[in-house]
């Protein structure tokens, strides 16, 4: 088996991670402390120690209060320094981060202070440690239409650093149908787009972001293997995954790791990639996660640099940029 060098040192772009999941205890508690917000829990521990989901809503609502401490241009800066450091360390050359800027909006925090915030550490790291990036908005699907298309028509004054729009939050009972005008409006604007799709959803929310919303990628997408018409046509089409093994165990869409579909979804052709979704909260960064997939798996080196390989040909990255990933 691969060692963890080997794979921790494998060049990897990040296509499937939340910047706002990325907010470890620590800092959740010294931006509190910074901004004046109240944490409901006494300590670092026992704030970690809420890390225990039963399903995607659970870790949601802990997700949506804990980001309450980000307030400010810095705070945004400093949290994804953090990330693009440690994910650096863990062989990304290249991130694509998703951000939800409705749940910043909601409580008063002006976009222009997260788009910059979060921009300004990007192009730092670009400059420091050699990775490469940009953003992706999230449009949180649990909450009515006319709310992401106002905050699209926000961020549109900021393109420089928007790459593409995506679709996150509560699934099952929100279908991306609800979302193809604000889609088709992004992509107007010269944005791609990619969506969560079949990760707590049925195999026909991956049909209909792909019918009806255009999306180049699917994150998650891992229910495609209950479908094999389904697989079948994204081995065809070359649609990627955006895979994110120890999100699926933690929020239990998986029963354990060795039964996670990463292996059959490959065998079947599709283009897998593999993220870390929200790691502060899942247990592990991206190189992680391809430690964890060796272990329960029995992912090769052969399999792991396929992965690390698609993820770099999968991203929005210009071509001269993946030509010198590669
Ligand atoms: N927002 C942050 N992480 C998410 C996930 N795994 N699924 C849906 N929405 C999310
Ligand atoms: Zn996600």
Redesign the pocket.
């Known amino acids: 088996p691969p060692s963890d060098d080997t794979l921790l040192a494998l060049p990897k772009a990040e296509l499937h991670l939340?910047i706002?999941?990325t907010l470890e205890p620590d800092l959740a508690f010294e931006l509190a402390g910074r901004n004046g917000v109240e944490l409901p829990y006494a300590s670092v521990e026992e704030l970690a120690a809420q890390y225990d989901f039963s399903d995607?809503q659970s870790?949601?609502d802990l997700?949506y209060a804990t980001m309450a401490v980000l307030r400010t241009e810095d705070d945004f800066a400093e949290l994804t320094r953090r990330y693009l450091r440690t994910a650096a360390a863990q062989g990304v050359r290249h991130a694509e981060l998703?951000f939800?800027p409705q749940a910043h909006v909601a409580r008063g925090v002006p976009i222009e202070a997260v788009i910059d915030g979060i921009g300004g550490a990007l192009a730092e790291a670009e400059r420091d440690l050699g990775v490469s990036g940009g953003l992706i908005l999230?449009f949180l699907r649990d909450q009515p239409v006319e709310s992401a298309d106002a905050v699209l028509t926000a961020a549109l004054t900021r393109p420089e650093r928007l790459l593409g729009v995506g679709l996150?939050?509560?699934?099952v009972g929100y279908p991306p149908e609800l979302f193809a005008g604000v889609f088709a409006r992004a992509k107007d604007a010269g944005l791609h787009a990619v969506a969560?799709a079949g990760?707590e959803g049925p195999p026909s929310y991956i049909v209909q972001a792909l019918d009806l919303l255009g999306v180049e990628r699917v994150?998650?997408g891992i229910r495609a293997a209950e479908d094999p018409e389904l697989m079948a046509r994204l081995a065809a089409d070359g649609i990627p995954l955006t895979v994110?093994p120890l999100?699926n165990v933690r929020?239990r869409t998986v029963p354990d790791l060795s039964a996670h579909p990463l292996l059959r979804l490959d065998a079947a052709g599709v283009r897998v990639t593999v993220n870390s979704?929200?790691p502060a909260y899942f247990g592990g960064y991206v190189g992680d996660n391809y430690l964890a997939i060796r272990d329960a798996l029995g992912v090769t080196a052969e399999q792991a640099e396929r992965f690390a390989r698609t993820s770099i040909d999968a991203s929005f990255a210009p071509t001269a940029r993946k030509a010198e990933l590669q």
């Open positions: 939340h706002e999941g995607l870790f949601l997700y998703f939800d999230c996150d939050s509560a699934e969560h990760e994150d998650h994110c999100s929020l979704d929200d």
